[in-house]
């Protein structure tokens, strides 16, 4: 595990663009598994400024979706998918997508690209990543599932008055731990005890960011995050 502990959550998203970028540079047709959440966005808009600025590149990207809500439309606010093309398919210039709408089109047109290069997940607050919710043995296929009560509040965070949807899709753990490179983007005091197991408690169903340290992984935290 490399472990990059910033002084706050700007020097995070700062450090987060500098190792996406680093990545994009070094292999201009990265495929990137996308996380959304808050965590990842303002990484994100510093990546879409460097692309404005002509200092990066992403036109040769492709971006995977991670996780999307069942029963929400491409028009609904709560759509995943229209969260991860306002924040990065579209600033960052990124021509090619791979859009989760079921396992099986999903894992077709995973083997069709190759893999995943790249990872950017968040941090659930139960351990969660995308929405392999707890328990999520490493072998946990992409599947429909029930999101936790727990995940429910979390999630509430990011829509105001609307209701979370109940139902979700994932990545399964099988499609993250294949990954070529892990990236786990994680600010906030209130995820400092999670984030310690993931990292340095064993490795358990109960804790599904546990098995990321199975990857090559770079965490990037604030300081609050770890200390
Ligand atoms: C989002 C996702 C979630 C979040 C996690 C942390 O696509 O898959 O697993 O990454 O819940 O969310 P934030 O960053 O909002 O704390």
């Known amino acids: 595990v490399t472990l990059n502990i910033q002084p706050d959550t700007g020097q995070l998203a700062q450090a987060a663009a500098d190792h996406i970028a680093a990545q994009i540079r070094a292999k201009p047709d990265l495929s990137i598994l996308v996380a959304t959440g808050n965590t990842p966005m303002p990484a994100y808009a510093e990546l879409a400024r460097r692309v404005a600025a002509g200092e990066l590149d992403?036109?040769?990207?492709?971006?995977?979706?991670?996780?999307?809500?069942?029963?929400?439309?491409?028009?609904?606010?709560?759509?995943?998918?229209?969260?991860?093309?306002?924040?990065?398919?579209?600033?960052?210039?990124?021509?090619?997508?791979?859009?989760?709408?079921?396992?099986?089109?999903?894992?077709?047109?995973?083997?069709?690209?190759?893999?995943?290069?790249?990872?950017?997940?968040?941090?659930?607050?139960?351990?969660?990543?995308?929405?392999?919710?707890?328990?999520?043995?490493?072998?946990?296929?992409?599947?429909?599932?029930?999101?936790?009560?727990?995940?429910?509040?979390?999630?509430?965070?990011?829509?105001?008055?609307?209701?979370?949807?109940?139902?979700?899709?994932?990545?399964?753990?099988?499609v993250i731990l294949a990954a070529c490179q892990t990236l786990l983007l994680v600010g906030g005091a209130h995820k400092r005890d999670i984030l310690h197991a993931a990292v340095e408690g064993p490795e358990t169903p109960e804790v599904p960011a546990s098995f990321l340290r199975r990857t090559t992984l770079t965490v990037i935290a604030d300081r609050v995050a770890w200390a």
């Open 58 to 174: 992403c036109s040769r990207v492709t971006a995977v979706q991670l996780d999307e809500y069942l029963g929400v439309s491409d028009d609904d606010p709560r759509s995943l998918w229209g969260w991860m093309v306002r924040s990065f398919v579209e600033p960052l210039g990124i021509a090619r997508t791979v859009r989760l709408e079921n396992p099986a089109q999903f894992e077709a047109a995973l083997q069709q690209l190759g893999g995943l290069d790249l990872a950017i997940l968040g941090l659930g607050p139960n351990g969660h990543l995308g929405f392999n919710e707890p328990p999520s043995p490493p072998d946990a296929p992409t599947r429909t599932l029930e999101i936790t009560p727990e995940s429910l509040v979390s999630n509430a965070a990011y829509w105001g008055e609307l209701a979370v949807p109940t139902g979700a899709i994932t990545a399964g753990m099988d």
